[in-house]
């Protein structure tokens, strides 16, 4: 760690005794002079997440096969739930009655839900969409379901995070620009609709940026949308099939418009390379899936880039997963071991990998924030574009 994190005391403060419901702010400690990407401090009810940060996943209250407590060794400041899965299941009643998502999981940091939007677009066979909301099947036992906005916020007010998505509409990549922009319009007015819904001062709405891969939609969204925006605003709509250049580009068209005063959360999103990229375009906040899915299959980022331990290369390797790592895996298992694992589908080697492959994400948030600190940003993301691990 820099001296100038240090001297600033990045370790997370977590509240004690009763939380202050309205404690809701956002302030830039250090702006690169080097490349203007900025080291920041959002403050929620269950505590300060210093960013630039990546969000580890936990669709369904649990970041899959990973305790809490490996959690926060891992220095995970907040992690993210998934609204439309915990609605099918286990219920927002249940989830309500056990005293929120933070109780439910024993999780005492913060909390984000999103608002299931994408799920519903995703992942739902037939669905039914209108101003007035979303029918869908559910992907569990396919009964019908229709959610609104109002609802939605309902949803997100019993399940209790910190910081709670407005409900959206997502396109697919390669949309026709009348069908982007039907889309961005019903988001605009579902927005409002959230907004007038959201009376919970324990959480803090952001409302999400759409507009697909159109650069005169993308703008006019994130410009309506930003009055919404109290202490945060989401960029969503990205990832979903484009190539990286063009969303790169997309961040590119977007970055002179953004509040200064509140943190940018890019959905989604979180290989090593996006997260260099997206912070050098202004970008605060990240979250994927892939960490713990690769994991699951066997796959590892790593300093040397990207290691398939299932590889019959590794049979006999030895040798540590990642060298530069200090997580509980690489400490302790070689490859030749991990591997054994995956092929053998035991449960401890995705438990593993994906320890690894968090620790190694906000690790290189670390990293990142140092070179900020420092005023080498620029010189940080040449050096990693490279670098083996650029290529993830």
Not at 165 to 180: I, L, N, Q, R, S
Not at 347 to 376: F, K, Q, V, W
Request: hydrophobic residues 35%; proline residues 4%.
């Amino acid at each position: 760690m820099s001296v100038a994190l240090s001297n600033y005391c990045f370790f997370i403060e977590f509240f004690s005794g009763e939380i202050d419901l309205k404690a809701f702010s956002y302030k830039t400690i250090h702006v690169c002079s080097q490349s203007g990407a900025r080291v920041g401090e959002l403050t929620t009810p269950h505590g300060k997440i210093i960013t630039p940060i990546y969000m580890p996943v936990g669709t369904l209250a649990t970041v899959k096969s990973l305790t809490p407590e490996e959690l926060k060794t891992a220095q995970a400041e907040i992690i993210l739930s998934n609204t439309y899965h915990l609605y099918l299941r286990p219920g927002r009643e249940i989830v309500k009655a056990a005293g929120g998502l933070h109780k439910f999981m024993a999780w005492d940091r913060p909390i984000l839900t999103d608002s299931g939007g994408f799920q519903v677009f995703s992942l739902a066979k037939m669905r039914d969409v209108s101003d007035e909301g979303v029918g869908f099947s559910s992907v569990y036992d396919g009964s019908k379901h229709f959610i609104t906005p109002e609802l939605d916020m309902e949803i997100q007010h019993d399940l209790g995070a910190d910081i709670i998505m407005a409900f959206d509409e997502c396109t697919e990549y390669g949309v026709d620009k009348d069908k982007a922009h039907s889309a961005m319009e019903r988001t605009l007015r579902w927005l409002g609709r959230c907004k007038s819904a959201h009376n919970n001062d324990k959480q803090m709405l952001f409302p999400i940026v759409q507009g697909n891969m159109f650069e005169d939609l993308r703008l006019e969204s994130l410009i309506r949308t930003i009055p919404y925006a109290e202490c945060g605003i989401a960029i969503g709509g990205l990832s979903v099939g484009e190539s990286k250049p063009l969303m790169y580009r997309m961040m590119d068209v977007m970055q002179g418009y953004y509040p200064t005063d509140m943190p940018r959360y890019l959905m989604g999103v979180g290989s090593p390379d996006c997260l260099v990229e997206g912070i050098l375009r202004g970008i605060d906040m990240f979250d994927c899936v892939m960490a713990t899915r690769m994991a699951r299959n066997g796959t590892a980022f790593t300093s040397k880039g990207r290691i398939t331990v299932r590889n019959g290369v590794y049979k006999d390797d030895f040798t540590p997963l990642d060298e530069n790592c200090d997580c509980y895996c690489c400490k302790n298992y070689t490859k030749a071991y991990l591997r054994h694992l995956i092929n053998t589908d035991e449960i401890l080697g995705g438990r593993m990998l994906s320890l690894h492959n968090i620790t190694y994400l906000l690790n290189l948030i670390h990293r990142i924030r140092d070179a900020i600190m420092e005023d080498r940003y620029l010189d940080f993301v040449e050096r990693f574009r490279a670098s083996e691990e650029y290529d993830n």
